[in-house]
C-alpha cells in the first residue's frame, strides 16, 4: 500500500469517526434490504433515502449508538 493510499484510508477513517451519521445511514439501510429482500434494490435505495422520516430515524439510531457507547465505557471502566 503507498503512501497516498494510506493517507486517504487515515482520512476516510476520520471522516467516518466526525460523522457517525454515515455509518447509522449504511448499516440501516442494508439492515433493511437484507430483512425485506427487495426484487429491485435500485428503487427500494430511491425510496429508502428519500423518505420524509429517515432523519428522525437516523435520529434515533444515533442516540441509541450513543447510549451503546456510553454503555461500553462503563462496563469498560469497570474491568
Same mark, same amino acid.
Given at each position: 500500500?503507498?503512501y497516498? $493510499?494510506?493517507? &486517504? /484510508?487515515?482520512?476516510?477513517?476520520?471522516y467516518? /469517526? $466526525?460523522?457517525p451519521?454515515?455509518e447509522? +445511514? !449504511?448499516a440501516?439501510?442494508?439492515? $433493511? !434490504?437484507?430483512t425485506? /429482500? =427487495? $426484487? *429491485? !434494490? /435500485?428503487e427500494?435505495?430511491a425510496?429508502?433515502?428519500?423518505? =420524509? *422520516?429517515?432523519?428522525? &430515524? +437516523?435520529?434515533k439510531? +444515533?442516540a441509541?449508538r450513543q447510549?451503546?457507547?456510553?454503555?461500553?465505557r462503563v462496563?469498560?471502566s469497570?474491568?
Open positions: 500500500m503507498g497516498t $493510499d494510506i493517507k &486517504t /484510508r487515515i482520512g476516510n477513517e476520520k467516518l /469517526r $466526525d460523522h451519521e454515515v447509522c +445511514l !449504511v440501516g439501510f442494508l439492515g $433493511d !434490504v437484507l425485506k /429482500r =427487495p $426484487d *429491485s !434494490v /435500485r427500494f435505495a425510496e429508502y433515502f428519500t423518505n =420524509p *422520516s429517515l432523519p428522525e &430515524t +437516523l435520529e439510531q +444515533l441509541g447510549e451503546k457507547l456510553k454503555q461500553n462496563i469498560q469497570l474491568t
